[in-house]
């Protein structure tokens, strides 16, 4: 059974920089507050009307098709993993198909929010050891600019998220003992709530009534979308922010050591760590925890916030352009987020 390995590597971010100052327009923090609690400086957000989740992620694709020396037209499959894509359906993996002008392959969404790249990683894995595929585009994008609440109201939310697309090409390798060693996933919805984006949805307990008896027919007309949603905020995501920070430490070391233990190795076999850059302080819980140096874990939300789908890839492809990564090193990638769900990824390089 050959693994598979990633062939080319891409990232896209939109040119538009935004300080933490710049949010002080919009809302009551400050740049110490912003960088004391999340270490990020500043992020990037996406043109409002030229640019989609869609469309960054081609741009990321483009690079990451043309590294791993193959055409558009040689992608047999793509997954596609995002929580604010271009439409409510169909998903962003069509899109790509048809601005790439791809052959009629198969397009997978995967809705696993802030481990939706390690969940596709991991589809796409499984795919081309079965030899099913041979060249799957996987991709993570996000332009969530556009779905924030930039009033005070939203503020320990809307300061950490930024916008851009990483994206990777997987191929069997040929090489003996190089390629994706182990995936694993994890999910746990009791906390399902904590992080989460409820409306537009079909949940409808808008009102705290028990029974469909209870809504009159403009309540029932309204249930998906209303003007008291908007009013109330209720189209933007909600977190509890300390609960998923505390979930967060225990989980990504737990699923990072899942990985090593499967393989026989240790934390300090690992040359890089990417973790999903949700909180440079998490990021720093989790290198302690482990006992990694420096050099052994890459961070860049300093200056990209957290792009969600994206921040793995990003982080990745940033990692490997700056001569961070080299082949045959062991590279590890963990994520924790919405859902709650979980997940680590190690390879050699
Ligand atoms: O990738 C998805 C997964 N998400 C995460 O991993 C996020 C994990 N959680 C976190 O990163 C942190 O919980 C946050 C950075 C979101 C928040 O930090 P915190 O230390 O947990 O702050 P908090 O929410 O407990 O709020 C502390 C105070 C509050 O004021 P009071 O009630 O103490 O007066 C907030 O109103 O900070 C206030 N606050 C802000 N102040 C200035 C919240 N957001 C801001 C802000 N600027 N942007």
Same mark, same amino acid.
């Given at each position: 059974m050959p693994l598979s390995k990633i062939a080319g590597i891409g990232k896209y971010v939109p040119t538009n920089v935004v300080t933490n100052n710049d949010l002080t327009k919009y809302m009551d923090t400050n740049d110490e507050w912003i960088q004391e609690r999340t270490g990020i400086k500043e992020r990037r957000y996406a043109h409002r009307t030229e640019e989609t989740t869609t469309t960054m992620a081609v741009e990321a694709a483009k690079i990451a098709i043309e590294r791993a020396g193959t055409t558009a037209q040689d992608i047999d499959f793509i997954v596609f993993a995002t929580l604010?894509?271009?439409?409510?359906?169909?998903? !962003?993996g069509v899109m790509v198909q048809r601005a790439m002008k791809m052959k009629e392959i198969g397009a997978l969404d995967v809705?696993?929010? !802030?481990?939706g790249f390690l969940y596709a990683l991991s589809v796409a894995d499984q795919f081309i050891k079965t030899g099913m595929y041979k060249n799957i585009l996987v991709i993570g994008s996000e332009k969530h600019s556009f779905g924030l609440d930039f009033t005070t109201r939203g503020r320990n939310i809307s300061v950490i998220f930024g916008d851009g697309a990483g994206a990777v090409v997987l191929q069997p390798t040929e090489k003996e003992g190089q390629g994706i060693l182990s995936t694993h996933l994890h999910s746990d919805g009791?906390?399902?709530?904590?992080?989460?984006?409820?409306?537009?949805?079909?949940?409808?307990?808008h009102w705290g009534a028990k029974n469909y008896a209870d809504f009159d027919d403009a309540e029932i007309a309204q249930m998906f979308m209303s003007k008291k949603m908007i009013d109330n905020a209720q189209l933007y995501p909600y977190m509890d922010g300390q609960a998923v920070f505390k979930k967060a430490v225990v989980k990504f070391p737990e699923v990072i050591m899942e990985a090593l233990e499967k393989n026989g190795?240790?934390?300090?076999?690992?040359?890089?760590l990417i973790p999903h850059q949700a909180n440079l302080r998490i990021s720093q819980f989790v290198q302690h925890k482990l006992q990694l140096s420096d050099d052994q874990v890459y961070n860049n939300i300093q200056y990209y916030g957290n792009t969600t789908a994206a921040s793995v890839p990003i982080a990745l492809c940033e990692a490997w352009e700056n001569g961070k990564i080299k082949e045959g090193d062991l590279v590890c990638l963990a994520a924790f987020g919405s859902g709650f769900t979980w997940a680590s990824a190690l390879m050699n390089w």
């Open positions: 604010s894509p271009d439409y409510y359906f169909p998903g !962003c809705r696993n929010q !802030c481990s009791e906390s399902a709530e904590m992080l989460a984006m409820y409306n537009p949805g079909t949940h409808a307990n190795l240790k934390s300090s076999d690992i040359n890089m």
